[in-house]
């Protein structure tokens, strides 16, 4: 667990937890250590109470439940069942912005695993030997053709990315840039190849990064770290007959990638904002030139809900070895590297990094 | 016409032209005053051509055709006929932009009268006694239930307001916030009215415009230089259930409108830009709050095609005693005091002036 | 009640009831007689069982509640409050259709009062002195410019036509016929005119439905037992400039307005199918001419949800005295005269029938 | 060329014709045998004036060229340069359906190249060693990567199931239902299986087109010949977790084959209209359960424009390899055996046939 903003990361006990009617018990087999938890781990995060344990995403075997348990769906559920669930639950379905709005990403009685949930709310994370899934939480069984590993590689990343790939639009044809190589940027990259893109271009850093963004599927990477700004405009133009990206999905947390993005979309393009998840500043954009003369259709995209959840495992189902999903996993650590772990994602030093609490 | 950037504002003589086939001749009864040509008469435009005719918004008689002239649907057109014609033309319907992404105003053929023409390329601006009809220019003719007096008053701030309730996807029951109480913006609240919308609040200055913002149909007006932005965001929250505007529609020209509006809007809500015609610099906005976080759509909106023109007058033809749209016409003015209305309207001592060239 | 299909509709009294916890009592002013009904006493509902209690749309005040009881966005409520609720409930936000499709209407869990009740789940009907609100039926205070009577003029139509009007995506200056002069049709066209329709065409019978169209929002009407069909196309032609609507809505149950309403439609438009509420036969269309060719839009609307029983009530709140919405009710009639009203309404001797339970 | 409606077909000399200013020869070097031309030689299409030559998409070398000829953009164009055209041309850009409606396909002014022009028009149909390419038809180079065959195996299929797709606002994880394994049927499977369905389930018959399906990107296929109706749906049922497709693409021209479709899709899905090109009569649909009840979306999707065959293009020079584009030709034909390519059309012998007017 995380202690306190500015850490430290470590190991706590825990009593075995009684189930209340409808919960769950989780063995996990894999948590991931994601951007986010890094966010915690200084403190970026407004809704997160400490000392709390991170790990929004898992998946592991059902150990044991109390009464009627069933998955997301009315599906029944035994003991041993390969599973994972949305980490976001008590979406209210009773508020204005749930029920007259649609918009239930923005529901306030959202409370998410691993992030909103302190040590004292229970083994709410993933970053533990097991889970405690309260009554409501939305459980998924993984199809067979789908590995804890696929799933774990997929982690976050790619629902969020699935809800950026919605919100594009993304068409047949279309030709897409993404901007960042973090797992979300990689997600999006293999999900606009898998839509049918023309060309895909990532943008990102280091090149480690955009070697996966390559095996799932880029045609075209662009190092930040080599290229000046203004080539990067250049090599978009070349790659888009001129024209520049007919969708880009922003996926870098950087607030300067913002008005770069714009310029790489072409006039009447669509630029989807989804990684922006902290607030990391303001950044100057030029309201005629960016966005009123461009004819741009600028989209910030917050969260996820079930559907992005289960229809991103469908994708994994259906496209299960192209592409190469699993490639974005650099290491598996135990659950006494915890730390290290969140070191190596802070530093760049691996793409994705998962642990295995009951290693 | 205008010298040249900076002026002056003088009177010229020039011959009859002669009319090429398939050109006409307009004896011009009115003519806009727009912030357009307060910015040509600063030289804030680009492609704007020194010396030049100002006016691309016109109405007045057929005094003489060559050969066959039609209206833009192919109907009739006869001498004395009461007419006005889309100002952009030569769209060319055989490029990428027209062609392919179907965003044809921003096809970079596209000329506009009064604006990208130089007294050198003829009588192609409005501040004129005759404008010289290219062949191919869009006419249309006055249903009899529009006056030229209630043409005028929607000028070019009509179709393009129209564009950017379209592009706001402006439905019954929305709640929408205008920005800027300049022609487009009073537009925009009278169409907002039309469409159903619960609430229309105008947020602008002076008062004079917002008491003709309530005459179009506004249910309430916040007068910027009176009230602080923070009272202004309350004002709104207020006035809506405190979600905020489902649709804002920016139309103001200041870059700083344009983190405020978001702030405006609702989460998950519409954000359109329209009134950033020239560039007026930038502005900071932070992508984590006002886009990503918001879920916000915020759309570019440029220019208007035939659709946009065609559509306002049958708005005009349709609404025409309510909303009060001639409330916007402060006064007529001469040929001879055209330097002094553009004086008035960029010292905003009006709300609307129109030329008559004629009188 | 009505006993059974075929009927007789009896009054029987029932013990007072006892309410669980979160629910409520609701003391019934008005109930609606609406087409759905003459559909229950003629057994052509397959989910409804017999005997039951009509009435989904009803308007009265809380008369007790069993702990902590509120509104549907979770305002308080109190003794004696003017309150309305959603007929529909019990919709499950855990199945495919609610969480994956978001085709909530389609949902296999929702129950409807006065519908799919029998009279042995209580009280679960509106044609009663006092109904059984359920904990978690979604309950909506009426706004105080919300009168009951003006509610009840809306009814279930007012939300139906919402959804209708909304699906068919009406903007301002379209053409928009409606067939059907039932209380959808009346209300289509009253919320046509609001959101800026260019001209509402009503088509249907008889006469006196159409005088009320006319005070709702019609600018034309046609009267289909004095029209042949070839002459109803060609005055909706001749009233649209030769095209067509640019939307047409079907709200007559008849399958042979189908084909009619695809060709009152003009090629590219849409045609909203939201009156075939029950299974009244089949009709042949030509998949060429009506659909492929025409290159037309063609959209069911099943149902309504929370959002669009929320709006329809603020779109009463705003636009309270025009349209003159009780133009709409012919007559008011206490619940031993309910067989008689559903006599009135389906001899069409009434356009909409109110019982007031209590009177 | 075809006589009259119902044959012969006969070969004709025309003597080489004159190019009017910006008009350009093409040496022919693949024309298509369409389906279209099996219902010119019945006489099935009105606008078809006889004798006429039939042929209306096709890929050739520049011959000759009459002054300055461009490609579509505006790219110069050389003598012995490969291109193609598309068929429909003059399309006004002047009427309402163009410039309102933005209907272009349903333009009154279009004509089609080997459809809608006779013999006395000059060599205006692809069925004949050179055509004449008439100012202002719009030529497209081929990209290097996209050879004549591969061309012609899309033929005016691939632009057609392109416009479909878009229509059916396919998407990614969507299950698509193809009726119809001709040519636009065949098309759309590829284009679905690119545009990343779950899984494309392809309906039709001979088992020879369906194995074509399978190598274009079927998931699974149905024999039409060997499976009830009632199997079909039954097995779409089981192939789509019981829902249905999420989009069907109808590519059948039999009428019998929509309410069918209805069944195969699911409440909330969406139905595509493209087969029903020519005029086969009637079909009985419920209103209640196939449109209403269902909540369905039905779009017929009339016509291409030049987006769709240029993006189709693009496509072909994208996913070159992959799917296998070829495999719907069964055989290339010399101009001699144009009537026996016809009738093997007819009869179902080939999947495609291939005119070489200059073998």
């Known amino acids: 667990m995380i202690e306190a903003p500015g850490g430290p990361v470590r190991i706590r006990e825990f009593p075995e937890p009684e189930l209340e009617p409808g ?43 109390a009464g009627d348990v069933t998955d997301a769906l009315g599906g029944p559920l035994s003991e041993g069942d390969l599973v994972t669930f949305l980490d976001v639950h008590e979406t209210c379905n009773a508020c204005w912005q749930c029920l007259v709005a649609k918009s239930t990403t923005r529901c306030p009685s959202r409370r998410v695993y691993g992030i909103t949930y302190g040590v004292e709310d229970g083994l709410l994370g993933g970053w533990s030997e097991r889970i405690y899934l309260k009554p409501g939480v939305r459980i998924v069984r993984l199809p067979e053709s789908v590995t804890a590993e696929r799933f774990i590689a997929g982690g976050c990343a790619l629902p969020t990315a699935l ?24 997600m999006a990259t293999a999900l606009a190849r898998l839509a049918g893109a023309n060309r895909v271009i990532l943008v990102g850093a280091p090149q480690r990064r955009l070697e996966v963004g390559e095996r799932l599927g880029a045609d075209a990477t662009i ?18 007959s001129g024209h520049g990206a007919d969708v880009t999905i922003e996926a ?51 969260g996820i809900d079930f559907s992005h959840f289960y229809r991103s495992i469908e994708v994994l189902a259906r496209h299960g070895d192209t592409p190469e999903w699993e490639s974005v996993i650099s290491g598996f650590y135990p659950l006494d590297d915890a730390a290290q772990a969140l070191a190596d994602v802070e530093n760049l030093r691996v793409v994705k990094a998962v642990l295995k609490p009951n290693a």
């Open 163 to 186: 809800h950026a790939i919605q919100r594009g639009d993304v068409r047949l044809g279309d030709n897409v840039v993404v901007q960042g190589s973090g797992p979300v940027g990689l």
């Open 23 to 65: 919960a769950a018990l989780l063995r996990t087999q894999y948590t991931e250590v994601c951007g986010t938890d890094v966010h915690l781990l200084h403190g970026r995060l407004d809704a997160a109470p400490y000392p709390l344990i991170p790990g929004h995403i898992n998946v592991g075997t059902i150990e044991a439940t």
């Open 223 to 240: 190092d930040i770290t080599a290229t000046p700004i203004e080539e990067r405009r250049e090599r978009v133009l070349e790659l888009t």
């Open 252 to 302: 870098t947390g950087a607030p300067e990638a913002v008005p770069e993005g714009m310029h790489l979309t072409r006039d009447g393009g669509v630029y989807v904002v989804v990684g922006q998840y902290t607030d990391a500043g303001e950044v100057a954009v030029s309201p005629h030139h960016d966005i009123n003369r461009k004819h741009l259709d600028v989209r910030g995209c917050w």
